[in-house]
């Protein structure tokens, strides 16, 4: 059973920047994917990056891109997120979700129900 840690939030002014981290353990797979999602109060959850498995593919909701970044360090199953010019609706928990079951390796999973481990989550919140 794969077991993620989110860290790197926090309270940030707007137009801030944060790194979020994500360490993954228990991932027996080879064929694995990390993303990110974010549920902000109300709201679905929601993917705000994710990377294929061949790394060639990559998402990032509009809400957030052209200021965000994903990447990853795989052999240590680790993944980051670096959001800047941090806006008050970027407010959420975000968490790392983890795909460990068959992925073809050029596709971008983007849902809640492509992923089978999640995070606790870790909070961000920005101030206006």
């Known amino acids: 059973q794969a077991q993620l840690v989110e860290s790197g939030g926090g309270l940030v002014q707007a137009g801030g920047s944060l790194r979020l981290s994500c360490a993954a353990s228990?991932?027996?797979?080879?064929?694995?994917?990390l993303g990110w999602f974010r549920q902000a109060p109300g709201k679905e959850r929601e993917c705000v990056a994710a990377m294929s498995w061949s790394g060639t593919n990559i998402y990032y909701a509009d809400s957030v891109k052209g200021r965000s970044t994903i990447s990853r360090e795989y052999a240590k199953k680790t993944v980051f997120l670096q959001v800047d010019s941090l806006k008050p609706e970027d407010t959420a928990v975000y968490y790392c979700a983890a795909r460990t079951r068959f992925l073809l390796r050029d596709f971008l999973y983007r849902t809640v129900g492509d992923y089978d481990a999640w995070g606790q989550g870790t909070q961000v919140t920005v101030s206006s």
């Open positions: 228990g991932i027996t797979s080879y064929d694995y994917i």
